[in-house]
């Protein structure tokens, strides 16, 4: 994130991890943070960050990330996905958040749910070159 921050005040999220996403305002950096709560599984999030608001969340332990770009969903729409079984869920593991973890996390997260999804992890990104 260094490289797309001004100004010496937001040097410490110079190393914050930047993920670039979905068609939606790609040129603005947004961020978001994590901490875990005391019931097992169970992570709190925000998001919509300001540069400030992610430094404060930093100094109080939270894990922040940086984005580029979203995706977004009409009213009910992900509901309707997640019944229609569009997505593949499952709880949060504290490792998701670790440093480093991110370049693998798609593969290293499915092949943790069984063959079926180990096989799935494998596949390249473009089904055509399969």
């Known amino acids: 994130a260094g490289q797309l921050l001004d100004g010496t005040e937001f040097k410490h999220l110079a190393n914050v991890p930047v993920f670039v996403g979905g068609p939606g305002s790609q040129e603005q950096l947004t961020f978001a943070a994590f901490r875990w709560q005391n019931v097992p599984g169970t992570l709190e999030w925000a998001t919509h960050l300001t540069r400030d608001d992610a430094v404060q969340r930093m100094d109080k332990g939270e894990t ?12 009910g729409q992900l509901e309707n996905e997640l019944k229609q079984r569009s997505w593949i869920t499952s709880r949060p593991d504290k490792a998701i958040l670790q440093p480093g973890v991110a370049a693998g996390l798609w593969t290293e997260l499915l092949s943790g749910m069984g063959p079926w999804y180990h096989l799935l ?3 390249p990104d ?3 070159l399969n």
Do not use: E, I
């Open 64 to 75: 922040v990330r940086a984005f580029l770009g979203y995706s977004g969903w009409a009213g």
């Open 121 to 123: 992890s494998r596949m």
């Open 126 to 128: 473009d089904p055509g």
